[in-house]
């Protein structure tokens, strides 16, 4: 039987998944999206235009591929229409190229106000949350208290939406918080609607049947191994499994399905939101990094922090997911940079380690190891033999640290702008 391939992020998110799942797609039947929600936003650019996809993955521009939303996912249905909208003009047959999982949970707009009420009392402790109601919708769904996209055909939905909004409402009054939710309550109902015009599908079948037919599949995360709710910095993480076992139940397929595993990496590091990133940059480099990579995120358009590559945290992310082939985005950003820093290790008051402690507290000390900058612009390569040696030293490395090969370099946004080994 044919086996799913998954492209997850190994950092802390927005390391280019939409770009290099755009650019795998001629090469799949099947995009599908396993968990997150409306917090990703994955860039694509081609034919010299930008979009930015939320909840809908990122093979849904190339003809021909079937785009699924799991069941891992969860959907706010404004959020979904508005990006539906967006989409018509250019792929004017979404509605034939997009499935939903029935068994996808609704982000209800009490869970948006709850997620702002969260952070706010959380004063300084604040996850800097993109606060699209993700932690309070996960927790109803583990709760067992959500709505899935499912229940929208029932005949009763409106009143299980307003006992659902209720409790909500309860939950609410132990916030010094104040709302108003009849606006965002009516463009939800709108968004339902939008959904309905979808096939809601029960996606672990179709998926499997898929593989059974032999078809190919390529699972898309959001975020990254670093915002992991079981293996990332907590609590500054997201609600979902983003690593690559979040495939297997956010889509239904076995992980005896697992085929290749694509761990997506930035040639440096970012992070957007609160929470320890070691070797964050708070100088000229850092800030170079966020403006010729244009660091801000495509969500919330916050400026993303800076850093560079952190090879203890890569390798972390490498191990939990298991990755086969790594993926390194954006080295373009790194060209002027006479020298390149990773770090290979931190030290702490107990001495130096070179595995993820519990706990990355401000207190540890990335230590570096220096590669010479390329000094040249990459971004029209397109062959590994375009590339410098520095460079391909970098990548070399990384290589052998990480035990597995880098299969795609990014040298640019564009889908063009691809080096494929
Ligand atoms: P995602 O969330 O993982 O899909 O990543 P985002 O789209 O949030 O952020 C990645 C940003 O980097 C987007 O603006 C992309 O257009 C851009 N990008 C992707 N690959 C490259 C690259 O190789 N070079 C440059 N300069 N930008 C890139
Ligand atoms: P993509 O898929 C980067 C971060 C938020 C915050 C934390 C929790 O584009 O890579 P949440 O809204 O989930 O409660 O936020 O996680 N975060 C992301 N950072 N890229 C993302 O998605 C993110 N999704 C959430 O900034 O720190
Ligand atoms: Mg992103």
Redesign the pocket.
Known sequence: MKKIDVAL?LQ????G?GKVVDVLTPIYDIIARFQ?GP????SLHFDGQKYVLHTIPSGVFRKGAVNIIGNGVVVDPRIFAEEVAELETVVPDISARLLISKKAHLILPTHRVL?AAQEASKGSGK??????G??PAYVDKTGRGGLRVGDILAPDFRARYEAARDIHLQQLKSYDFTFDLAEFEAGWFEGIDSIRRFTLIDSEQVLNDALAEGKSILAEG???SL?DIDFGTYP????SNTVCAGACTGLGVAPSRIGKVYGVFKAYCTR????PFPTELFDGDGERMRKIGFEF???TGRARRCGWLDMVALKYAVMINGVTELIMMKADVLNDFDTIRVCTAYEADGGRTTTLPYELTGTLRPVYREFAGWRCDVSGARRWDDLPPELKSYIEYIENECGAPVRIISVGPDREETIER
């Open positions: 992020g802390w998110g927005d390391e998944k997150g917090n990703a936003g994955h997620d996850i800097g949350s993109t606060l699209k993700i932690g959001a975020q990254g915002l500054f993480v997201t609600s957007v939101g609160s929470g995120g495509a969500t």
